[in-house]
Structure formats: structure tokens, C-alpha cells
């Protein structure tokens, strides 16, 4: 049942992750595309995050960066960053702020 706690907790977790920077591009995840779900259960946020290359060398630095910025909200006990590339991440993922900023169309 969705109730307005978990409402709030989850439009927290998309800001909290829209400040996690890629520092290679220099943009938030959210704007690339990377985050693939988030669930709320009980105090546990699970987000499912890709990479746009699975062997993408910035892969563990983004997740650990999500957990801990994740550990930190009210409300949350436990924060798990699952690696997951199914579907490939691809370009048409990123928000059109991302695209017109990296020149891609």
C-alpha cells in the first residue's frame, strides 16, 4: 500500500540521489540515466543503478556514494545500491537537460 510517508521518503531519495555527481561528466545520475528503480520497505531503500559502460571504472565510487548519501536521510535504515545492466544503459536514457549539455541528440 503506498502511503504518504513513503511518498515523501521516496521523492527524498530521488533528491538525495539527483546530488550524486559522475564526475567524469560532471552531472547528477539522475540526468544520466543510471538509476533503474527505487523501492521502500520498511525503512530499507533498495535502488537498482546502472553504469553506462558495465565495466565502467566509476561503477563502485557512484554506488558507495548513493549508500552514504542515502544512509543519511531520516527515515532510512539500511540503503543497498544494486549494480544491475539489464537493459544496456543507452544515450535515450538521459534527461534532455543531459543531452543538450553533452551535445547529444
Known amino acids: 500500500m503506498d502511503t504518504e510517508p513513503n511518498r515523501d521518503l521516496e521523492a527524498a531519495v530521488?533528491?538525495?540521489?539527483?546530488?550524486?555527481?559522475?564526475?567524469?561528466?560532471?552531472?547528477p545520475i539522475t540526468d544520466l540515466g543510471l538509476i533503474y528503480?527505487?523501492?521502500?520497505?520498511?525503512?530499507?531503500?533498495?535502488?537498482?543503478m546502472t553504469t553506462t559502460t558495465?565495466?565502467?571504472?566509476?561503477?563502485?565510487?557512484?554506488a558507495?556514494?548513493?549508500?552514504a548519501r542515502l544512509r543519511a536521510l531520516a527515515g532510512v535504515d539500511r540503503a543497498v545500491v544494486r549494480a544491475v545492466h539489464e537493459p544496456p544503459w543507452s544515450p535515450e536514457l538521459m534527461s534532455e537537460r543531459a543531452r543538450t549539455i553533452l551535445g547529444i541528440r
Request: hydrophobic share 35%; net charge negative.
Open 37 to 48: 528503480g527505487v523501492e521502500i520497505d520498511d525503512g530499507t531503500v533498495t535502488v537498482d
Open 64 to 67: 558507495q556514494e548513493a549508500e
Open 54 to 62: 558495465p565495466v565502467c571504472p566509476l561503477g563502485s565510487y557512484l
Open 14 to 27: 530521488r533528491d538525495v540521489l539527483s546530488q550524486v555527481i559522475d564526475p567524469e561528466l560532471g552531472l
